[in-house]
């Protein structure tokens, strides 16, 4: 299934008890519409605040309803917030995480100088004017096969550092800045802490070959701050 989902109330993907998370809340709703067991494993276990408009999940039930009856069903019974968008069968043993070849990123920047009140939940507002330029001579050393640790959070630290940044886009509208990245994986808190690092090029006050000495460094007290979780959204799992 692919979801799209608002996670602004949300306490990320893993379900935990007694709090809101995507995971909890699909299956709640699968008990509603399936008899006996139901698994649900998802392609990214996105943080908290984070959204999506392309999260793949892997629902293993039994059931006698086509796909389309599927997607309806679960929708009747999930929050307005997240939405199933397709359904379809899968391969059995279809693993939606570890097949997973890629994921699309994008992270929206608010940068008027007044917050639009329909941006206050996916983007970030940063009043002050960034260098579009700087940000994209920055970015662009992130590109490749590298060693991420300098942008991964101190909690993800036990997993192979190693990826590979296939794409990275910035794409400005009016005051709409979008930073959008494509990987075959990503470390935890990558997008936002590169970002973040990247936002201190565009405001001035780091060189744009910073992030570039930052990454060879491979300490993540030498990058900037972490941006926050509700500018992201998972666009796209590839695979």
């Keep these: 299934m692919t979801l799209a989902y608002d996670g602004t109330g949300l306490h990320g993907w893993q379900i935990q008890p007694e709090t809101p998370t995507l995971q909890g809340l699909l299956l709640a709703a699968a008990h509603d519409v399936f008899e006996g067991e139901v698994r649900a494993i998802g392609a990214s276990r996105t943080d908290a605040g984070v959204h999506a408009l392309g999260q793949v999940v892997a629902l293993t039930a039994t059931s006698r309803l086509a796909p389309a009856a599927v997607r309806a069903a679960l929708n009747a019974h999930l929050p307005r917030e997240i939405r199933v968008w397709a359904a379809e069968d899968a391969a059995p043993g279809f693993d939606a995480r570890r097949r997973a070849r890629g994921k699309r990123y994008v992270y929206l920047i608010d940068n008027g100088p007044v917050a639009s009140p329909l941006l206050l939940r996916f983007a970030w507002h940063r009043p002050v004017p960034l260098d579009l330029a700087?940000?994209?001579?920055?970015?662009?050393?992130?590109?490749?096969?590298?060693?991420?640790?300098?942008?991964?959070?101190?909690?993800g630290r036990d997993v192979e550092p190693h990826c590979q940044v296939r794409s990275v886009r910035v794409r400005a509208r009016r005051s709409l800045v979008a930073i959008v990245i494509s990987a075959d994986r990503f470390l935890?808190?990558?997008?936002?802490?590169?970002?973040?690092?990247?936002?201190?090029?565009?405001?001035?006050?780091?060189?744009?070959?910073?992030l570039a000495e930052v990454l060879q460094g491979r300490e993540r007290t030498l990058a900037g701050p972490t941006a926050p979780a509700h500018g992201l959204t998972l666009l796209r799992v590839l695979y």
């Design 134 to 155: 700087a940000l994209r001579t920055a970015l662009a050393a992130a590109h490749g096969r590298h060693d991420f640790s300098a942008f991964c959070a101190a909690a």
């Design 188 to 210: 935890h808190h990558m997008v936002r802490n590169l970002v973040g690092s990247a936002v201190e090029v565009g405001r001035g006050a780091r060189p744009p070959g910073w």
